[in-house]
């Protein structure tokens, strides 16, 4: 017999002053060439093709669970965060980013800083909510958006993924640092494993030592920095 299907956890991409009621999924649909079987039949993600197909008016049996404490937008909303994620990895930062929009278009002053580091494989197949939401919000001055394209790095200074652009743009990194900015990662193990390596070397280079940079990073997550890792 087939063992049971794990329960799917999706990761609500919308702010609750955006709308109280309603919520909002940011979705990765499964759909590719199959190992094990004809050209002509592909592989098919179970779950995300059942939402894919969904019609309106349908209904879904859902459960509704808190996230961890540490995922959470901090209480001061003048805190600066920084936001690590690829692909539908972006959906917790598509919410935070959207509270903080929703705040500074209130007339609140003391919004802080966003500085969103997202990965994808090109910027015309899958730059999710690029010509949108994101635009939008850039062009308010509630976030600055720096993309990592694996697939067209030449639109994207030269850097493949998350963590080559973080050291690209290391010194905007440090900056956010040393004002005591909360760190924000979303997406999967490869992804969480490039940034601590890269936001590692950063530190490296301050303090010379790469046992203090390490030490210097186990202190940062317990603090203020904060992980939803997927497989």
């Known amino acids: 017999m087939l063992p049971a299907m794990r329960v799917r956890q999706y990761s609500i991409s919308s702010s609750p002053l955006w709308n109280p009621s309603h919520v909002t999924l940011t979705i ?10 004809p050209a002509d039949e592909p592989f098919l993600g179970v779950a995300s093709n059942f939402l894919a197909d969904l019609k309106p008016g349908d ?83 509630v976030v600055d958006v720096r993309t990592a394209f694996s697939r067209n790095s030449e639109k994207s200074e030269g850097c493949r993924y998350v963590q080559d652009r973080i050291l690209h743009d290391a010194e905007d990194v440090k900056a956010m640092y040393r004002k005591k900015a909360k760190f924000f990662t979303c997406g999967g193990s490869g992804l969480a494993s490039g940034v601590r ?35």
């Open 28 to 37: 990765s649909v499964l759909n590719l060439p199959s190992l094990s079987r």
């Open 59 to 141: 209904l879904v049996q859902v459960m509704v669970r808190p996230s961890p404490t540490m995922f959470s937008l901090p209480v001061d909303v003048g805190t600066p965060i920084v936001l690590f994620c690829a692909g539908a990895g972006l959906a917790p930062m598509r919410g935070f980013i959207q509270e903080r929009a929703m705040q500074k278009a209130a007339g609140r002053s003391d919004v802080g800083e966003i500085l969103l580091f997202f990965g994808c494989r090109d910027p015309e197949k899958d730059y999710l909510y690029s010509k949108t939401d994101l635009e939008q919000w850039v062009k308010m001055g």
């Open 197 to 231: 390596e890269a936001c590692v070397q950063l530190l490296e280079k301050d303090s010379g030592s790469r046992e203090e940079a390490i030490e210097e990073f186990k202190r940062l997550q317990k603090e203020r920095y904060a992980t939803d890792v997927f497989s």
